[in-house]
Nanobody
Framework: QVQLVESGGGLVQAGDSLRLSCQASGRTFSGNGMGWFRQAPGKGREFVGGITGRVGHTSYADSVKARFTISRDNAKNTVYLQMNNLKPEDTAVYYC?????????????????WGQGTQVTVSV
């Protein structure tokens, strides 16, 4: 059974940093594209960024570019989202997702596996 489990969320102040982790189990995802999404109350699920399989190219939404960094440790079957200079508008539930393909896109439908999410709250 494939599982993605996010961790590392919490309550922080504006300007602080957090690192989210997404631990995969049930199969190896080293060759698969992995994405991070977020969903704020009353809003749709928004693409934050992603990292491709094999080569590990990253892409980011404009709203987080230069503040967030995605990386992966294939030996640990884990993907990370380093978030710096957090802003109140970053408050959301953050989800990781895995694709059956090596690529990443901003489309929710591209991804086949999802974690349960972890809450990130940024206060002013």
């Amino acid at each position: 059974q494939v599982q993605l489990v996010e961790s590392g969320g919490g309550l922080v102040q504006a300007g602080d940093s957090l690192r989210l982790s997404c631990q995969a189990s049930g199969r190896t995802f080293s060759g698969n594209g992995m994405g991070w999404f977020r969903q704020a109350p009353g809003k749709g699920r928004e693409f934050v960024g992603g990292i491709t399989g094999r080569v590990g190219h990253t892409s980011y939404a404009d709203s987080v570019k230069a503040r967030f960094t995605i990386s992966r440790d294939n030996a640990k079957n884990t993907v990370y989202l380093q978030m710096n200079n957090l802003k109140p508008e970053d408050t959301a539930v953050y989800y990781c997702a895995a694709s059956s393909s090596s690529g990443v896109t901003s489309s929710v439908g591209w991804y086949d596996y999802w974690g349960q999410g972890t809450q990130v709250t940024v206060s002013v």
